[in-house]
T-cell receptor, first 114, second 113 residues
Framework: DGGITQSPKYLFRKEGQNVTLSCEQNLNHDAMYWYRQDPGQGLRLIYYSQIVNDFQKGDIAEGYSVSREKKESFPLTVTSAQKNPTAFYLC?????????????FGEGSRLTVL | GNSVTQMEGPVTLSEEAFLTINCTYTATGYPSLFWYVQYPGEGLQLLLKATKADDKGSNKGFEATYRKETTSFHLEKGSVQVSDSAVYFCALSAPDSWGKLQFGAGTQVVVTP
């Protein structure tokens, strides 16, 4: 079945540690996205990538980094510079330009900083 | 800039009641509008969409009409079920935005038997 797989589902981190969240899609989609979800704030865009080896900052990129070495993969690293990393992280993808913006989402990764 | 405002929750209803979740937007040009649903512990799923004024999106008994004159995209369902309990997000996608969605804060809906 085609879809988006995020891992791990739950992750605990000590302060000062970097962590990497995995996102893999087998939908052959061109564009991929990372959103952060906090209670009562909806979703906010962290980074997005339209093609391999290229990515752009979203609205809240500080303290995060990404890479897009393969079309199907878009990992997100939450660095120690992110001041409040505890959140639910959602990866999404869409086929490409010219469409109406429908996104397909993974099931999310919940990060808790201890 | 673009923004989406939706009614705060939680909205608590009895089974078979009528549901309305208000959503208004601010955008330049002609955005596409979406409703996504998130069940507990899961990612978001597209519920319905509309890409131009007066379009009506519908799915699973839910409906929403793109009203440009009132910049609204209210979600309605005539008879809710317990299984409709979820968080509902209104979102817009501006033209040529490459799928970058602007989301509302979400509205939690709780349906009781």
């Amino acid at each position: 079945d085609g879809g988006i797989t995020q891992s791990p589902k739950y992750l605990f981190r000590k302060e000062g540690q970097n962590v990497t969240l995995s996102c893999e899609q087998n939908l052959n989609h061109d564009a991929m996205y990372w959103y952060r979800q906090d209670p009562g704030q909806g979703l906010r865009l962290i980074y997005y990538s339209q093609i391999v080896n290229d990515f752009q900052k979203g609205d809240i990129a500080e303290g995060y980094s990404v890479s897009r070495e393969k079309k199907e993969s878009f990992p997100l690293t939450v660095t120690s510079a992110q001041k409040n990393p505890t959140a639910f992280y959602l990866c999404a993808s869409t086929l490409g330009t010219g469409l109406t913006g429908e996104l397909f989402f993974g099931e999310g990764s919940r990060l808790t900083v201890l | 800039g673009n923004s989406v405002t939706q009614m705060e929750g939680p909205v608590t209803l009895s089974e078979e009641a009528f549901l309305t979740i208000n959503c208004t937007y601010t955008a330049t040009g002609y955005p596409s509008l979406f409703w996504y649903v998130q069940y507990p512990g899961e990612g978001l799923q597209l519920l319905l969409k509309a890409t131009k004024a007066d379009d009506k999106g519908s799915n699973k008994g839910f409906e929403a009409t793109y009203r440009k004159e009132t910049t609204s995209f209210h979600l309605e369902k005539g008879s809710v079920q317990v299984s409709d309990s979820a968080v509902y997000f209104c979102a817009l996608s501006a033209p040529d935005s490459w799928g970058k969605l602007q989301f509302g804060a979400g509205t939690q809906v709780v349906v009781t038997p």
